[in-house]
């Protein structure tokens, strides 16, 4: 994959935006929130100077209301750790980095920081906000120059180089903290991805019903590959542990579950069609700009709505979840 392509998300904030449809990254956001608060706390401590700048690097960022939900939570917990005196509050600037492919629609996400300046007022921490187009899969800063990375549901995009470079060549501050949030597999097997692997079968399966209808060349299909892998968290802690760069803080894995808008604890899905329509708008989101670049935009509306029946359909037989993993992490002291 050349640099500057790759996974996308759809633009905008209409109806297919991946603004619009980004419910299960934002789950998982919440779900991690008590992690994040911790690692920044950790780090108010570590900022001994008088006047101080905490840099934050967001690794695939996208755009919409979780890129500021990610800046809000880092600006809150800051408060929260630095609340003896408004003196003290004030002398920790924060400096975010929003970082994504070139193909990101940072404008979406420039012209959303308004909200936060209005959310905010005089009382909010002193911040700035970059944005930093790039791939992460090379070095995007200064060595010893950011403080906190945060990433959620991007690392398991791959680019044309292995997440391994990324964990190699990244050069954190001293007391550097990491917290990665990303899709993995429960099963070591390495051929067994799960319910993740079987919801990408499924686009396969409704890709395949449009070459048996003459709308796509089976060449085509036969040559689409999906930049993605899945890491259980036994292989991602023998990475982590091989580098020897970071020590291991917290790992875990949870569950969610496929339809976005479905937050129950229950086996059951109550209703089929409604639940494959969620799971599309989700996914349509997240590929339509990669389908789009192989396949062509004509068949966008007829393959999700394709996918939509063959979701609903295998939902039937059971409810499926995703399995996320979330890591975090601190530069190890040599």
């Given at each position: 994959m050349k640099e500057g392509s790759g996974v996308r998300m759809v633009t905008g904030n209409g109806e297919n935006s991946y603004a619009a449809n980004s419910r299960l990254q934002e789950r998982a956001i919440l779900e991690t929130r008590p992690v994040l608060h911790k690692a920044i706390e950790e780090?108010?401590?570590?900022?001994?100077?008088?006047?101080?700048?905490?840099?934050?690097?967001?690794?695939?960022?996208?755009?919409?209301?979780?890129?500021?939900?990610v800046v809000c939570e880092v600006i809150g917990a800051v408060?929260?750790?630095?609340?003896?005196?408004?003196?003290?509050?004030?002398?920790?600037?924060?400096?975010?980095?929003?970082?994504?492919?070139?193909?990101?629609?940072?404008?979406?996400?420039?012209?959303?920081?308004?909200?936060?300046e209005d959310l905010g007022g005089n009382e909010t921490q002193p911040y700035y906000v970059a944005g930093l187009p790039g791939s992460y899969?090379?070095?995007?800063?200064?060595?010893?120059?950011?403080?906190?990375?945060?990433?959620?549901?991007?690392?398991m995009w791959r680019s044309k180089c292995i997440v391994r470079c990324q964990y190699t060549r990244t050069k954190i501050s001293y007391a550097g903290r990491m917290l990665l949030t990303f899709l993995g597999r429960k099963s070591e097997e390495?051929?067994?991805?799960?319910?993740?692997?079987?919801?990408?079968?499924?686009?396969a399966k409704s890709l395949q019903s449009l070459v048996l209808k003459g709308r796509v060349e089976k060449k085509k299909l036969d040559s689409f590959n999906l930049p993605?892998?899945?890491?259980?968290?036994?292989?991602?802690?023998?990475?982590?542990?091989?580098?020897?760069?970071?020590?291991?803080?917290?790992?875990?894995l949870f569950e969610s579950n496929w339809d976005p808008q479905d937050d129950s604890e229950s086996d059951v899905v109550l209703d089929f069609?409604?639940?494959?329509?969620?799971?599309?708008k989700c996914i349509r989101a997240v590929l339509e700009p990669l389908i789009a670049d192989h396949f062509g935009d004509d068949i966008i509306e007829e393959l999700f709505v394709v996918y939509a029946s063959v979701v609903a359909?295998?939902?039937?037989?059971?409810k499926a979840k995703y399995p996320i993993i979330v890591a975090s992490l601190k530069k190890a002291i040599h």
């Open positions: 780090l108010c401590t570590s900022l001994s100077a008088r006047r101080s700048t905490m840099v934050v690097a967001d690794l695939g960022c996208s755009s919409g209301p979780n890129t500021l939900r408060q929260f750790y630095t609340r003896k005196s408004e003196e003290e509050r004030r002398a920790v600037e924060v400096q975010f980095f929003l970082n994504d492919l070139p193909g990101n629609d940072f404008n979406l996400v420039f012209r959303s920081l308004e909200q936060l899969y090379r070095k995007l800063f200064p060595s010893r120059s950011v403080h906190f990375f945060h990433s959620s549901y991007s690392l390495m051929m067994m991805h799960g319910d993740v692997s079987t919801l990408f079968e499924l686009v993605y892998y899945a890491p259980s968290v036994k292989e991602m802690k023998a990475l982590i542990n091989e580098t020897k760069l970071f020590d291991i803080e917290h790992v875990r069609a409604s639940s494959g329509a969620n799971v599309a359909k295998h939902l039937e037989k059971a």
